[in-house]
């Protein structure tokens, strides 16, 4: 029988790290895709969702966009990679 996935563990191994990715390959329910920037259109220029506080007032939101979770891409993710690295002075 295959283990039950612990959600908190995930998050804690793979915070977010605010790199953009997940809004970068696809949108959240309240998102809405740029074909010109390749993106969501909420997705700022620090990487965070300009319509944050709205979508979490909806009692639906506890699970889409998983904000919090952890990241849904850690491997092989460039802009992650980039975004570490730079945390880490190199």
Not at 13 to 30: A, I, N
Not at 47 to 70: Q, R
Request: hydrophobic fraction near 30%; include cysteine.
């Amino acid at each position: 029988m295959p283990e039950e996935f612990d959600a908190a563990a995930y998050a804690a191994k793979y915070p977010c790290v605010k790199c953009g990715m997940c809004c970068r390959k696809g949108v959240c329910p309240y998102g809405e895709w740029s074909g010109v920037e390749k993106s969501c259109i909420y997705l700022t220029s620090d990487n965070l969702c300009s319509i944050y506080t709205i979508i979490k007032k909806n009692p639906e939101s506890e699970w889409s966009p998983a904000f919090g979770a952890g990241c849904s891409s850690p491997m092989c993710n460039e802009m992650r990679e980039a975004k570490i690295r730079g945390h880490q002075g190199g």
